[in-house]
């Protein structure tokens, strides 16, 4: 639960992290390459099905009637969306969150939130490679 | 020497498949079309020998499709292998510790950023028409005036200052709608 799963580019971004937010994490290069294609991505976006959460129907209604995407929340949302979530963005989604987050990390909540996200980018990849139809 | 013929650069319009959520809704639609069990159906997308079968039935249930059946075939192909992905990554996931999963999404729910990232990703799953996002995200990070993070860190600035910019209007609007074709 401690690795931390990172590209080659990213542990750049870690190494220049504070040595007090870095301190306790084991970084692991993330190597697999198996992130999906565009028509992979597609796919899942169509094959998302978020009807279990109301709140996110209550969300895209707001942003059809023109509220504006900073006025809104995620809070409400309970933590079991992320298994539909990130299947949707994929590991290339799930990248570029953790790049963002690692530029901003600041504390140790910061840090376990960004070695969770790694895992779970980490556990895609390895999901994508084990079905392929190469 | 001989003139090769130049290719015409005139986009094609991509075709307009069925997309199956679940491997039910991939049953369904290969007895549909004739085949009585999902085995036959997805053994014939694998098998040369059972190629004509699959391709008489798929011409059978839409006469339209001439000349898309190779394309129709290989869509098939990626949303079985997508629907056995998401099969899984739903086990996998019903593994992982509580405290990892809370501590993964307290902190994207915190990040006006990623908030804003994974509120793009809903609206364009909630959304018909808005698809082409799902395999955007390096584009749309970009979009937020942002650069993407791996390559110039030193150029965004703290997401508090980023996040007043982000409008997701241009991400709702305007791409090709995906439904149809499902006899």
């Known amino acids: 639960m401690d690795s931390l799963y990172l590209t080659a580019e990213e542990k750049k971004l870690f190494d220049a992290l504070p040595e007090t937010l870095r301190e306790g994490w084991k970084v692991v290069e993330e190597e697999r390459g198996t992130y999906e294609s565009d028509d992979e991505l597609l796919l899942r976006r169509k094959m998302a099905s978020f009807k279990d959460f109301p709140q996110v129907t209550m969300l895209v209604d707001r942003l059809q009637k023109g509220d504006k995407p900073e006025t809104l929340s995620l809070e409400g949302i309970p933590e079991s969306i992320l298994s539909e979530l990130c299947f949707t963005i994929g590991a290339r989604g799930l990248s ?21 996200l790694s895992q779970f980018r980490h556990e895609m990849l390895l999901t994508n490679a084990s079905v392929s139809l190469q | 020497m001989i003139n090769q013929p130049k290719e015409t650069s005139a986009p094609k319009e991509k075709p307009v498949f069925p997309v199956f959520k679940d491997r039910q809704e991939m049953t369904d639609f290969g007895q549909r079309i004739g085949f009585k069990k999902i085995e036959e159906f ?5 098998s040369v020998q059972q190629r004509d079968k699959l391709i008489e039935a798929l011409r059978k249930s839409d006469p339209k499709l001439n000349g898309q059946v190779d394309a129709l075939i290989n869509h098939l192909k990626i949303n079985r292998q997508e629907i056995t992905r998401k099969e899984a990554w739903y086990k996998k996931v019903l593994k992982f510790p509580g405290r990892m999963v809370s501590k993964t999404w307290e902190t994207i729910k915190k990040h006006p950023v990623a908030a804003a990232l994974v509120l793009a990703a809903l609206a364009a799953a909630g959304v018909a028409g808005t698809y082409y996002l799902a395999a955007n995200w390096e584009g749309f990070f970009a979009k937020l005036g942002a650069q993407t993070a791996v390559k110039g860190a030193e ?11 982000i409008d997701l209007a241009p991400f709702l609007e305007g791409a090709p709608q995906a439904e149809g074709f499902i006899p």
């Open chain 1, 96 to 116: 570029v969150l953790t790049g963002r987050l690692l530029l901003d990390a600041k504390t140790d909540a910061d840090m376990e939130g960004l070695v969770g």
């Open chain 2, 155 to 165: 150029a965004i600035g703290p997401a508090t200052k980023i996040a007043p910019q």
């Open chain 2, 42 to 46: 997805e053994s014939a997308l694998d």
